[in-house]
């Protein structure tokens, strides 16, 4: 069976179990990762192969590289990568290097490489496939629910000839940020949003409360954030972070297209607005029209009694 290569960009995250699972039905599933990564982890979810470059310091340009030149030994039938900030950008350096075609921001990615993209608040559906080259391409995190499937990996130590450009930088220190017990905005199943109907930053205590009873995420919108009310890597939208969970709960948000730029591929959207004509409603499965203020803690309260 033809070797797809995941490239797996530092630890084994979630979407990494995400892009094992699709490369399953494309292929042999090959992880790419840079230094010690959780590679049991890797195994339970089908990959095949652990291909491993020895540069956990390495930053975005030299991981392009190692990728390139893999691809150029291995020859797979395709490259899936998160399409996350640091997936994108790898992604984009592996197709210049490789003269390649490249696809971002797909959610689905057939046998022949045709992926599935959404665009225009889900209203149009965009299948589109690499002319020039393998298909590289990557998927937004949450787009699949990652399913075990036990291999037994062969593990292949790796290493390319990096540039001079490659070796201009590198990582001197990492500093892990608090998260504190919620998931990462990006990876989470259930993202919980407010705007700047939430009022201040006090007030967003209440859009904390309802994310961890139901084990979620906290979101913001851009006039939140830039109101001060929640911090701006919190930020959902098109200068913010995408996320695409199975639930989004959009508060006191009124649905600008910047907005839905980062959340409208998510499975199941509620939303919560005191102003019936809010463009969020166009979007939204369930619609709420109410004070947040009365809704989310009744929502609260019923959640707690299950
Ligand atoms: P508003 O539009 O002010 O809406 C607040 C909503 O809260 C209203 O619908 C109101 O009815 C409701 N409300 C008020 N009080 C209550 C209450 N008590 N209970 C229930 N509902 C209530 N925006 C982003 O979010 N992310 C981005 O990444 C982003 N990028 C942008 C990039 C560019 C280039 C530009 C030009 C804009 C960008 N924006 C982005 C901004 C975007 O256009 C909107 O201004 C922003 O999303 C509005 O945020 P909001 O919905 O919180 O605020």
Redesign the pocket.
Known sequence: MAEVLVVVEGSVKKVTLELLTIARTLGSPSAVVFGDVDQAKLAEYGAEKIYVAEASDYLVAPKATVVASLVRQKQPAAVLLGSTQEGKEIAGRLAVKLDNGLLTDAVEVAADGTATQVAFAGSTIVKSKVTKGLPIVTIRPNSVTPEPSAATPAVEQVTAELSEADKLTKVVERVTETKGSRPELTEAGVVVSG???VGNADNFKLVEELADLLGGAVGA????VDSGFYPHQF??????KTVSPQLYVAL?????I??RA?MQTSKTIVA????PE?PIFELADYGVVG???KVVPQAADEIRKR
């Open positions: 705007g700047r109907g919108s851009r006039a939140a930020q959902v939208g098109q200068t913010g006191g948000i009124s649905g600008a910047q907005h980062g919560v607005n005191k102003d809010a004070d947040l203020f």
